[in-house]
Structures are given as structure tokens and as C-alpha cells.
Nanobody, 115 residues
Framework: QVQLVESGGGLVQPGGSLRLSCAASGSIFSLYAMGWYRQAPGKQRELVAVISSGGTTDYGDSVKGRFTIARDNAKNTVYLQMNSLKPEDTAVYLC?????????WGQGTQVTVSS
């Protein structure tokens, strides 16, 4: 089992920034990807960003150029720097850990972008 602890969500004004963190603990594999998905009320869960064990990144189209994902392998932690936030970024952000065929999810952290 892998446990994921997320932090950093909150309320921010449009144009502001937030940084999310997700720390993994437990039975950590040597090779794994970590990332963030988000789910807004009434919408499907969508990819925000993912980073492989080698550092390869992928972003959802709606966040490219505004969000940056990074990881600290020594801490088994992934970070999501979110800049130029928009009201449509409001959602629950869920941390994901994937070491095929296993996938684990965090509890989620709320991000609200509103004036």
C-alpha cells in the first residue's frame, strides 16, 4: 500500500498562485509516476499534470504554460506550482501515484479561485 498526503489547497483570487504538495509513503516502488488530476462538480476527472520517475512531464491542455510539476525523489514528493489561476481551475485536486499495475489516489485538496 502507498499512502498519499496532499497539502497546499485553498482560496485564491484570479491571477494568483498556489503550490500543491503530495508526499508518498509506504511500499514505494523504485519506478513510479506521480501526478495531479482534478474534478469539478458535474465534470469528469481530468489530467492536470504527471511526471515520470525519469522526469518526463505531461500536462493537460488547459494548464499548459501556467502550471509546473516537479518531484523530489529523495522525499517521494511531487509538487504542482499553479500560476495565473482562473476561476475555471476551481476543483478538487487529487494526487495520483502509479507503478503499473498499481494506482493509488490521495483524498484530494480543494482549490477555489474566486474574487
Amino acid at each position: 500500500q502507498v499512502q498519499l498526503v496532499e497539502s497546499g489547497g485553498g482560496l485564491v483570487q484570479p491571477g494568483g498562485s498556489l503550490r500543491l504538495s503530495c508526499a508518498a509513503s509506504g511500499s514505494i516502488f523504485s519506478l513510479y509516476a506521480m501526478g495531479w488530476y482534478r474534478q469539478a462538480p458535474g465534470k469528469q476527472r481530468e489530467l492536470v499534470a504527471v511526471i515520470s520517475s525519469g522526469g518526463t512531464t505531461d500536462y493537460g491542455d488547459s494548464v499548459k504554460g501556467r502550471f509546473t510539476i516537479a518531484r523530489d525523489n529523495a522525499k517521494n514528493t511531487v509538487y504542482l506550482q499553479m500560476n495565473s489561476l482562473k476561476p475555471e481551475d476551481t476543483a478538487v485536486y487529487l494526487c495520483n501515484y502509479r507503478a503499473t499495475p498499481f494506482t493509488f489516489w490521495g483524498q484530494g485538496t480543494q482549490v477555489t479561485v474566486s474574487s
